[in-house]
């Protein structure tokens, strides 16, 4: 969830729909950034200050992962520069992990940024969130995977975000986990649990797009209760909600969350 872009009050109904926890990727902010210095502002804002805010709001242990989002790695100066001081923010005590990485117009400075952060993620051992394009999203999504491939890395501790119908043969070719944006315009909850029937539920993971445009903060919960309303069993809906988010995450040093 892009709870940056949030208020207070969403801290507040999402822990009451039963949110103990949120992971926040680094995402594009709106209008493409101009400075190196401006993500390193954004990259204090979520590390810090959004922590601080879902403790205060609402007790939720907010976790945080850092990455050049692949739409702005087309400004080639900036992004080596941001790339260049990405460590040290992977150190910071909510971080756990590299993210969102991957692709939107499929450019060559793109496939340099992705392939430089995969790289930095297998270094330090590190989960990775990958964002697959929202146009020519298939071509995209087996670009990824094969650049994946060539990096020969964990692909354990790699979830392919934003999945639909068209691409969830091509990220099961992988070991990678597999991440579903409930999302309007994406994918929304219903077509995701006739998806979630037919494939199961290993390594699936249902995600928030809560951003600028009009989303829903608590698309988790909702598909939650759909599916029990579905006639799924409890403790395979807790599979996808919470056992399989959880086992992913927990592959980084610093998450640490606990019901």
């Not at 009050?9 to 709106?30: H, I, K, M, N, T």
């Not at 995701?192 to 009009?214: C, F, H, Q, R, V």
Request: aromatic share 8%; charged share 35%.
């Amino acid at each position: 969830m892009h709870m940056v872009s949030r208020s207070t009050s969403d801290y507040e109904r999402a822990r009451l729909a039963g949110v103990g926890c949120c992971v926040e990727p680094a995402f594009w902010s709106g209008t493409d950034k101009q400075h190196a210095e401006s993500f390193f502002d954004y990259f204090e804002q979520i590390i810090d200050f959004e922590t601080k805010r879902a403790e205060r709001a609402a007790g939720i242990d907010h976790y945080v992962v850092v990455g050049l989002e692949p739409k702005e790695a087309n400004y080639p100066e900036m992004a080596e520069r941001v790339m260049d001081r990405l460590p040290e923010y992977l150190d910071r005590d909510p971080v756990v992990g590299i993210g969102e990485i991957g692709l939107d117009q499929g450019t060559e400075e793109e496939e340099h940024a992705f392939r430089r952060q995969l790289r930095m993620a297998e270094e330090r051992e590190l989960p990775v969130m990958i964002h697959t394009p929202h146009t020519s999203k298939p071509e995209g999504t087996e670009r990824l995977v094969e650049m994946i491939k060539e990096e020969d890395v964990t692909e354990e501790r790699i979830v392919i975000d934003h999945n639909t119908e068209n691409t969830i043969d091509i990220s099961l070719r992988t070991d990678c986990w597999i991440g579903f944006t409930l999302y309007p315009g994406k994918i929304d909850d219903e077509t995701t649990i006739d998806l979630l029937e037919e494939y199961g539920t290993d390594k699936m993971l249902l995600n928030s797009a809560a951003d600028w445009d009009p989303s829903d903060p608590l698309a988790v919960p909702k598909a939650r209760d759909k599916m029990l309303d579905r006639g799924w069993d409890r403790e395979e809906v807790k599979k996808v909600v919470y056992d399989n988010p959880r086992t992913f995450f927990s592959q980084s040093p610093n998450f640490d969350y606990e019901v």
